[in-house]
């Protein structure tokens, strides 16, 4: 179990790899435009977004596969509030004490709120959504333990017919879709893994079939994009639909997801080096998205490496080097924010660890899960 576990921290580094890879692209000017001929570099771009685009769902394939064998965990949740309020008001004091924060303009009011309410504001999107999971985390799991096998898998059907293979067909923009990009969808993805997990799922049967279908997913997701992007280039029609293919509960998307987490289950690291790499660089990457898409500092960074490495290059293998350079030095430098970040928390967790407030979230965590009823 321990190297399993270590397969799926190397997955987990490469989900958020993904993300950075996703958000250089959407900054640099590297993706298709609707109503645009595209250069060389936005087509190699948008060819790798159709792979990196699983990221998130990959993520919570993760989460879902482990938090629905384990019992609730308030000091879980806190901790990653903690986490959250660390950034979203430990950057904005830094960046005030250097004189760079941008919350003087008109909005001051609204931003204020987003840094001292980063959950309710949505600072942070995906951190919301990840957050409440967690929370409704045990009532799922109740549910997957209780449910026939017959019964959980046509919930998840259920829910995939209507949040995943209907949007994906039909080219209509529905009011109730968000594109993946909320709890509800977290939800699908959650029960999913807990599924895979109860009733110990192999999809296809082998690692090499698990790879073609995250590879042939992502290509299929390439090919629509592009070819509506074509369509809507010639005619001016499905503006909408030539961005579907990069929402998560896109069916190839979702796919393409299952496959990459499916090929992780056939993996097993071996104790050395990348077992090591995994163990020690898995837990920062959550933090590794809170710094990077802070408020703050999601529309500076790569003006940030630009000032190392130059400017994006027009042309496609220029701007694959310096997409590489980036997530390199990006990564590495968000690690080392959140290694401190961790000191500090090991710290206050030892120094203060027998206080009175931890002591009451551990009674309070034991009075919620000691199985007894009220």
Not at 20 to 27: D, F, K, P
Not at 216 to 228: E, P, T, V
Not at 288 to 311: A, D, K
Request: charged share 15%; glycine share 6%.
């Amino acid at each position: 179990m321990r190297k399993r576990e270590a397969s799926y921290e190397l997955l987990r580094i490469i989900a958020i790899v993904m993300v950075l890879v996703l958000h250089y692209l959407n900054h640099s000017g590297s993706l298709l435009v609707s109503g645009q001929e595209p250069v060389s570099k936005q087509v190699l771009g948008q060819f790798i977004e159709s792979f990196c685009i699983v990221a998130v769902d990959v993520w919570i394939l993760i989460s879902g596969y482990f938090l629905s064998r384990s019992g609730f965990k308030l000091s879980r949740i806190l901790q990653l509030l903690a986490e959250v309020y660390f950034y979203t008001l430990g950057i904005t004091l830094v960046m005030n004490m250097v004189n760079s924060v941008s919350t003087s303009r008109p909005d001051y009011i609204y931003k204020t709120t987003q840094f001292f309410f980063p959950i309710s504001s949505e600072h942070y999107s995906f951190a919301t959504a990840y957050l409440m999971l967690y929370v409704i985390a045990p009532v799922l799991n109740r549910g997957v333990e209780y449910l026939r096998r017959k019964q959980l898998r046509a919930v998840i059907l259920g829910l995939l017919l209507w949040m995943c293979f209907i949007k994906s067909v039909i080219p209509v923009n529905f009011a109730t879709d968000r594109m993946g990009y909320d709890l509800d969808w977290y939800i699908v993805l959650y029960l999913t893994a807990a599924y895979i997990r109860k009733y110990d799922v192999k999809l296809l049967g082998t690692a090499g079939k698990c790879l073609a279908l995250f590879a042939g997913s992502g290509l299929m997701n390439f090919l629509i994009s592009f070819g509506f992007h074509r369509i809507n280039l010639m005619t001016g029609r499905f503006n909408y639909y030539a961005r579907v293919p990069y929402h998560y509960n896109f069916i190839f998307c979702f796919t393409g997801a299952l496959g990459l987490f499916s090929l992780f289950r056939y993996i097993t690291l071996r104790e050395g080096l990348l077992a090591k790499f995994a163990r020690a660089f898995a837990p920062f990457s959550f933090g590794i998205y809170l710094l990077h898409e802070h408020l703050e500092i999601r529309g500076r960074w790569l003006s940030w490496m630009e000032g190392i490495f130059g400017r994006v290059p027009d042309s496609a293998p220029g701007m694959l080097l310096h997409l590489i350079l980036c997530v390199i030095v990006l990564f590495f430098s968000c690690c080392f924010v959140d290694f401190v970040r961790a000191v500090i928390f090991k710290f206050v967790s030892s120094r203060y660890g027998n206080s009175r407030p931890f002591r009451f979230v551990k009674r309070l965590e034991g009075d919620l899960w000691d199985g007894s009823e009220d």
